[in-house]
């Protein structure tokens, strides 16, 4: 009987390894069309999409510029830091290519005409070295850089253009077939799990 037990339980071990590798294999592919779907919309809806994301995030009074004149600019909010507003300005890219550093300058020198005090560049791709060196440049303001792999994580996080699923997995409750049906307790059992 203990061999047999002892069978089943492995069998069981074994599907549970089976269905997570399963589930994390779903998810990658889903993360992947994400990433194909984003990067085959049109430009002013991805703009209305990192909007809606910042908006989740705890932003306010986010705003997508018009599309001429903007400076470089295409979203803007505002976002509490401790007890101070902070006025942001984003670039958005769409394009998988990597971003430069003329590209980071020029959302710098966007900042005064927004009356902003940092930026952020959102992008699908990544960024060169220069542009990350640059990014965080002693006495500048702050630019944030988020790439293709950070947006993804946000947009899975906040459940945008993604919607996360539960799934009931039923398991034996063995702590009371123990209780039950031979009137002993583990003696390794906690107390969190006698309350339970």
């Known amino acids: 009987g203990l061999e047999y037990e002892k069978q089943i339980a492995n069998r069981e071990?074994?599907?549970?390894?089976?269905?997570?590798?399963?589930?994390?294999?779903?998810?990658?592919?889903?993360?992947?069309a994400l990433r194909e779907r984003l990067s085959a919309m049109n430009p002013?809806?991805?703009?209305?999409?990192?909007?809606?994301?910042?908006?989740?995030?705890?932003?306010?009074d986010v705003t997508v510029t018009q599309?001429?004149?903007?400076?470089?600019?295409?979203?803007?909010?505002?976002?509490?830091?401790?007890?101070?507003?902070?006025?942001?300005?984003?670039?958005?890219?769409?394009r998988k290519s990597n971003i430069n550093r003329p590209i980071l300058d020029q959302l710098r020198g966007a900042l005064i005409?927004?009356?902003?005090?940092?930026?952020?560049?959102?992008?699908?791709?990544?960024?060169s070295r220069g542009c990350r060196e640059a990014a965080m440049f002693r006495g500048?303001?702050?630019?944030?850089?988020?790439d293709g792999d950070r947006l993804l994580d946000l947009l899975i996080e906040h459940e945008i253009g993604i919607r996360k699923k539960s799934v009931p997995l039923f398991e034996i409750d063995e702590l009371f077939f123990k209780e039950k049906l031979t009137g002993e307790l583990d003696l390794n059992t906690t107390h969190e799990n006698l309350i339970e």
């Open 13 to 32: 071990e074994a599907l549970q390894i089976e269905l997570m590798y399963s589930i994390e294999i779903f998810n990658k592919k889903q993360r992947d």
């Open 113 to 127: 005409y927004h009356d902003a005090i940092r930026g952020t560049i959102i992008t699908l791709g990544k960024f």
């Open 44 to 60: 002013f809806k991805f703009e209305h999409l990192i909007r809606d994301l910042l908006e989740e995030m705890g932003y306010e």
């Open 140 to 146: 500048a303001q702050p630019i944030t850089l988020i």
């Open 67 to 94: 599309e001429s004149g903007d400076q470089g600019v295409d979203v803007v909010g505002t976002v509490q830091v401790g007890i101070t507003d902070i006025k942001e300005v984003v670039q958005v890219k769409r």
